[in-house]
């Protein structure tokens, strides 16, 4: 079932990171914003101005709220210095994290297949419900964002993760547990959850 937003939210993942780069599974790892990622925040900045305008006392009327590992506060921080706001004016939430990939994380997907053919497979297969080891699924932390999502009580800007961004395009926008886990979702990239659907910016 569909969770039902009243309000908008304009979400941003976080810009690019040597991991991302390299394609390393990152999870709950706390890695930096590299360069490039640090561009792309500013980007994804000035488009949320497009979206919502440059008023600033309009803008301050929204909530910010990010994940509280360090690419995402980062992020946080660039996209409001561009809408002309205080950096560091906004709210974290531990529920907004990127999912657990467990002992996972660091590995490349490759690396993953060499060192655990057999659970690489079932997770290629059941991508939504399969969890890594000692990590979470999807569906996991799908369940751990709705009770974030009934915390919305007007339009909001938020910055989290690849995983919480296929997770909110389940829950927000209809996408089937199928699909949703199989979404490119580009570092810095803005995606706008209204009225039942979602869209890229």
Known sequence: MMFELRHRLVFLRHGETDWNAQGRLQGHAD???NGRGEAQA???GKIVG???GRDIARLSGFDYVASPLVRARRT???ARGSLGLDPFTYRLDDRLKEM??????GFTWPEVKAADPDMADRREADKWFLQPPGGESYAMLAQRL???LETIACDT???AHGGVARCLMHLLGGAATERAPMSDIWQGRVLVFEAGSYRWI
């Open 146 to 148: 709705q009770p974030w």
């Open 31 to 33: 890695i930096a914003l």
């Open 50 to 52: 497009r979206i919502l």
């Open 76 to 78: 946080m921080e660039l």
């Open 42 to 44: 500013e980007e994804a």
């Open 100 to 105: 657990s990939f467990g002992r996972w994380e």
């Open 157 to 159: 800007v938020a910055v």
